[in-house]
């Protein structure tokens, strides 16, 4: 069974700090992960996507990759209130069809 | 259309009964995913459509859960004799040619499931 598997939280953070949301996945043949955003009552959105190991930034966002260790990280700095929000982890599966297998989210606080 | 479109929004229904969730993908997006979403989960697979191949049923729950998808754009979510369990936010993406190119799914606004 392919998972991820991410800490549900609450994550609270104030406002201007750095937001440091993890995620593990089970999947070695996985290639591409992805973070995806979902404000409350809403549906999901892309926000960042990382294929190589190392760092992706994109404005106040870094995505962190490292296959050996099955780890994806999402840091966000300089945290706002609208940031509050349940990110999502995902991962493409490598069954030759491009299904997106997803965590089951973090919730993430910035106060004001 | 602008987006992807899901319908009903809310459908309350009794236990037993069959229902029917529609989605309308971007125009010319070949890909089709459903996914359903219970309070404080995360979203579960269902099954994804891409052009004319097979469709991967793997994460149908059950045979009572089937989909379709006709000419290659509407898609219909059929649940047969409902169970409290099914209630949950049944959620529709597309995608120009399938998460494989860049993850990048777009979501509809979701159908809320109720069955009582």
């Known amino acids: 069974q392919k998972e991820v598997e991410q800490n549900s939280g609450p994550l609270s953070v104030p406002e201007g700090a750095i937001a440091s949301l993890n995620c593990t996945y089970s999947d070695r043949g996985s290639q591409s992960f992805f973070w995806y955003r979902q404000y409350s009552g809403k549906s999901p959105e892309l926000i960042m996507s990382?294929?190589?190991?190392g760092d992706k930034e994109d404005g106040r966002f870094t995505a962190q990759l490292n296959k050996a260790s099955q780890y994806v990280s999402l840091l966000i700095r300089d945290s706002q209130p609208s940031d509050s929000a349940t990110y999502l982890c995902?991962?493409?599966?490598?069954?030759?069809?491009?299904?997106?297998?997803f965590g089951k989210g973090t919730m993430l606080l910035v106060s004001p | 259309g602008a987006g992807v479109s899901q319908s009903p929004s809310n459908k309350v229904t009794e236990k037993g009964k069959d229902v029917e969730l529609r989605c309308d993908p971007i125009s010319g997006h070949t890909a089709l995913y459903w996914y359903r979403q219970s309070l404080g989960q995360g979203l579960e697979f269902l099954i994804y459509?891409?052009?004319?191949?097979?469709?991967?049923k793997s994460g149908l729950p059950s045979d009572r859960f089937s989909a379709e998808r006709t000419g290659g754009s509407v898609s219909t979510l059929t649940i047969q004799r409902t169970q409290q369990e099914d209630s949950a936010v049944y959620l529709c993406a597309s995608s120009l040619d399938g998460a494989g190119t860049n993850g990048k799914l777009f979501f509809g606004s979701g159908t809320q499931l109720s069955v009582l």
């Open positions: 995902a991962f493409l599966a490598n069954s030759g069809y491009s299904t997106l297998t």
């Open positions: 459509f891409q052009g004319n191949s097979a469709p991967d």
């Open positions: 990382i294929y190589s190991n």
